[in-house]
């Protein structure tokens, strides 16, 4: 079998990669498999899938998945079966993690543009001219609705870090960025962009205001 691996932060590119592994396959007849819980075995899966000697796509949906007797399988024994091995990862992986597999055909990455990372670091209040300029940098290029779905993400973990920051399930070192810019808000100001938001994603839903129409509003009433 071949190794692939995908990995990266842009988990729209990448499953749309993935697929690409699976039309092949199926355009081939190769019979298809998921790999999507610890508690399965990655060889007897592999193994025990087919009476038959036909070629296999074992998908990996999480390189956390993999356990060491899993990646000794693919280092050692996975060359003797017929297909192709794909390993989704929506995260990035450190190298560490990527070389800890021997034989891997390719490796391809998949990554949002550093700009927009610069983007939703710089919502925060008395930022709005510079948020809005940014972000109209990165919707000439990225869909409104994932500025919108990154955004909402990123309001929600900072209203975490300040009601709750002891039980934020995050890495030290991204909890304290997050403090950093929630201490800009208040907590009641959190609480009303959220509530905007949801209803920003309604209206934008069932009716034909632009959803980026919207989020100018919402930047221009809260970070002003």
């Excluded at 109209?136 to 990123?154: C, M, R, S, T």
Aim: aromatic share 8%; glycine share 2%.
């Amino acid at each position: 079998m071949k190794l692939f691996l995908l990995h990266g932060d842009n988990t729209t590119a990448s499953y749309e990669r993935l697929m690409k592994y699976v039309e092949h396959a199926k355009k081939r007849n190769w019979d298809i498999i998921h790999y999507a819980d610890k508690l399965q075995n990655l060889a007897q899966l592999v193994r025990s899938d087919s009476l038959f000697d036909t070629d296999k796509l074992v998908i990996v949906d999480n390189f956390d998945l993999l356990t060491k007797k899993d990646l000794e399988w693919l280092n050692e024994e996975s060359g003797k079966f017929n297909g192709n091995v794909v390993i989704h990862h929506n995260k990035l992986l450190p190298k560490t993690k990527i070389n800890s597999i021997a034989k891997l055909e390719k490796v391809e990455q998949f990554v949002y543009p550093i700009i927009l990372w610069k983007m939703v670091d710089a919502f925060y209040p008395k930022n709005g001219k510079q948020f809005i300029q940014l972000m109209h940098q990165v919707l000439e290029k990225e869909a409104v609705e994932l500025v919108f779905g990154l955004l909402a993400k990123q309001v929600r973990d900072l209203y975490w870090v300040l009601a709750d920051a002891e039980n934020c399930p995050m890495p030290d070192w991204k909890k304290g960025k997050l403090q950093t810019v929630a201490r800009k808000f208040s907590k009641e100001k959190l609480e009303a962009i959220i509530e905007e938001m949801a209803e920003i994603d309604i209206q934008s839903k069932t009716s034909d205001v632009e959803l980026r129409d919207l989020l100018d509003l919402l930047v221009v009433k809260h970070l002003q």
